[in-house]
Structure formats: structure tokens, C-alpha cells
């Protein structure tokens, strides 16, 4: 039984779980700022800036969910910006108008993996920090 596991079982059982919950969430969380800083960087850095695309995605808002259910955590950061595909770009295609000639759209071929791969990069700070607030969590339930 790993860590996450034995963590479910004992806050099935204890009174103040929620409270538990919240506070492993807020320490899982405490990481995003960096990872998005990261993020934005790689955009500047890596996403051609003719145009402004580099810029233009860096700006794109981000947003973390942290779910706690079961024996899994699962964190999750999201990016949106209205009037591109993120994914699309992240997986290295940016639809846009032709300078010019706004009826016409094209493909421009960018950089895949901005995105996904800043942030699975940086995942071993995630493990370490998520251990150290599933520990917190098992000090406090075991009282």
C-alpha cells in the first residue's frame, strides 16, 4: 500500500477529512506559480515572435485544479485564450490569417510541446512536493 493509498483509508475514518483535504490541496498547489512562470517562458522563448505569437500565448490565462479522490491525486493546469487552439499550438500547429488578407488562413509549423513538456519537465517537483504534503497529511491524521 503506497502513501496516496494509505492516506484514503485513514481519512475515511477521521472526523476532520475535509479540513485535511483542503490543506493538501493548498500545499500541492503551492508549485504552480513557478510551473506557469516556466510556461510563459518557454512560450516567449520557443514560439516564433514574427507576429507576436510567442507573446500573445504567453499572455494566455492559466488555471490549476488539484482532485484528491480515492488512493490518486491528480493536479491539473490549463491554459485559454480566446481566439487560438493552445493544444493545436502546443502540439505545433498555429492557425492564423494571412498578414493582409484577413479571409485567407494558413498553418505555420511551430515548436511542438511548450506546454506539455515544461511542465512533465519539471514533474519531479511535483512528486517530491506532493510526497512531502501526503506526509503532512498522514502526521495530522495519525494525530
Request: aromatic content about 4%.
Amino acid at each position: 500500500m503506497n502513501d496516496a493509498e494509505l492516506l484514503a483509508a485513514k481519512l475515511r475514518r477521521f472526523a476532520e477529512r475535509k479540513e485535511v483535504i483542503k490543506q493538501l490541496r493548498s500545499e500541492i498547489k503551492r508549485p504552480v506559480p513557478v510551473v506557469v512562470r516556466r510556461v510563459r517562458q518557454a512560450a516567449t522563448t520557443q514560439l516564433p515572435h514574427g507576429g507576436g505569437l510567442n507573446k500573445w500565448t504567453a499572455a494566455a490565462r492559466m488555471a490549476s485544479t488539484v482532485k484528491v479522490g480515492g488512493s490518486s491525486i491528480k493536479v491539473t493546469i490549463r491554459g485559454s485564450k480566446s481566439g487560438h487552439d493552445l493544444k493545436a499550438i502546443d502540439k505545433g500547429r498555429a492557425r492564423h490569417p494571412t498578414f493582409g488578407h484577413r479571409g485567407k488562413w494558413h498553418t505555420t509549423l511551430v515548436e511542438p510541446g511548450f506546454f506539455t513538456d515544461t511542465i512533465e519537465n519539471g514533474s519531479d517537483d511535483w512528486r517530491e512536493v506532493i510526497a512531502d504534503a501526503i506526509e503532512a497529511a498522514l502526521r495530522t491524521v495519525r494525530g
